[in-house]
């Protein structure tokens, strides 16, 4: 059964750090762009970031440039997300999904995928 789980959320304070996770079970990642979208509550679900299925390139929303940073560990079936300097707007439930079909491309519009995971919560408040 194909199954993404996402961790690593939790609750800090404007400035600090969080590690998400996102591991693939019943399925390889390995040939899949993969990515990272995001919910905040009364918002629309919104794509965060991307990377290649090789690794070699990543994509970023702009509020999220130079504070984020994507990888991929294909041999652990995982991705992840380095969350720094985290705002109160960074505030949402956080959510990986791979593309639909295998190679490079990522759609970015949530719309695009019909399977989710149950997320991660990640809150930034003082």
């Known amino acids: 059964q194909r199954q993404l789980v996402e961790s690593g959320g939790g609750w800090v304070q404007p400035g600090e750090s969080l590690r998400l996770s996102c591991a693939g079970s019943?399925?390889?990642?390995?040939?899949?762009?993969i990515g990272w979208f995001r919910q905040a509550p009364g918002k629309e679900r919104e794509f965060v970031a991307a990377i290649t299925w090789d690794g070699g390139r990543t994509f970023y929303t702009d509020s999220v440039k130079g504070r984020f940073t994507i990888s991929r560990d294909n041999d652990k079936n995982t991705l992840y997300l380095q969350m720094d300097s985290l705002k109160s707007e960074d505030t949402a439930v956080y959510y990986c999904?791979?593309?639909?079909?295998?190679?490079?491309?990522?759609?970015?519009?949530?719309?695009?995928?019909?399977?989710w995971g149950q997320g991660t919560q990640v809150t930034v408040s003082s």
């Open positions: 019943g399925f390889s990642l390995r040939y899949y762009a």
């Open positions: 999904n791979q593309a639909p079909t295998t190679g490079w491309g990522f759609p970015p519009q949530a719309s695009a995928y019909d399977y």
